[in-house]
């Protein structure tokens, strides 16, 4: 059974830190490009960074300069640190896994999806 299991989320104050992970188990992601989105109430899911399968970054502009994907293989483990958090981070945060292996951002690519982890940020 494919699971993807996000932890780290929690209540910080603007300009925190937080550090997402995402657990993956059930197949081999070596190849798969593995994502971050998120969701704010009200809002559409939107792309927030993404690791393909030859461990290039990308970033939405959002998340440029402030958050930082990162992954152990042998952990089977997916990071998102987020740094100099603000209010507008607040959503619930996704972590997908795409077969295809490319850089996109397009959430319909991902083939698995995690349950969600909750990020709130105060001013």
């Known amino acids: 059974q494919v699971q993807l299991v996000e932890s780290g989320g929690g209540l910080v104050q603007a300009g925190d830190s937080l550090r997402l992970s995402c657990a993956a188990s059930?197949?081999?992601?070596?190849?798969?490009?593995m994502g971050w989105f998120r969701q704010a109430p009200g809002r559409e899911r939107e792309f927030v960074s993404v690791?393909?399968?030859?461990?290039?970054?990308y970033y939405a502009d959002s998340a440029k300069g402030r958050f930082t994907i990162s992954a152990d293989n042998a952990k089977n483990t997916v990071y998102l640190q987020m740094n100099s958090l603000k209010p507008e981070d607040t959503a619930v945060y996704y972590c997908?896994?795409?077969?295809?292996?490319?850089?996109?951002?397009?959430?319909?690519?991902?083939?698995?999806w995690g349950q969600g982890t909750q990020v709130t940020v105060s001013s």
């Open positions: 997908a896994s795409s077969i295809r292996g490319y850089y996109t951002t397009n959430s319909k690519n991902y083939d698995y």
């Open positions: 059930g197949r081999t992601f070596s190849g798969d490009a």
């Open positions: 690791m393909d399968w030859n461990r290039r970054t």
